[in-house]
């Protein structure tokens, strides 16, 4: 297994940016494909961005488009989402998740998630 701790969340004026991270430790060495999924008050956790193993494969949320850039440093264990032009819709729990399957949209995908980091946009 994996275990993840996200860090770097906080709380940042509309327009800003925020680079979160995600550092894993155990078995780092299974090849594991990462995502960031987000879950604000009251609504369901959706998904916001995911790297493969190698980082060539990137996907996001249409919502972050543009906006977010995922990325990975392998020799580092850590995940990064760096978050830019950030606007109150933004604001949730930003979690990170290991799938041992490859990349995906779906949370149950996920083998490993981590506690969460809180993100607040302010207008």
């Known amino acids: 297994q994996v275990q993840l701790v996200e860090s770097g969340g906080g709380l940042v004026q509309s327009g800003g940016s925020l680079r979160l991270s995600c550092a894993a430790s155990?078995?780092?060495?299974?090849?594991?494909?990462m995502g960031w999924f987000r879950q604000a008050p009251g609504k369901e956790r959706e998904f916001v961005a995911a790297?493969?193993?190698?980082?060539?494969?990137?996907f996001y949320a249409d919502s972050v488009k543009g906006r977010f850039t995922a990325s990975r440093d392998n020799a580092k264990n850590t995940m990064y989402l760096q978050m830019n032009s950030l606007k109150p819709e933004d604001t949730a729990v930003y979690s990170c998740?290991?799938?041992?399957?490859?990349?995906?949209?779906?949370?149950?995908?996920?083998?490993?998630w981590g506690q969460g980091t809180q993100v607040t946009v302010s207008s």
């Open positions: 790297i493969s193993w190698t980082g060539l494969i990137t």
């Open positions: 998740a290991a799938a041992s399957q490859g990349s995906s949209r779906a949370p149950p995908n996920y083998d490993q």
């Open positions: 155990g078995r780092t060495d299974r090849g594991y494909a």
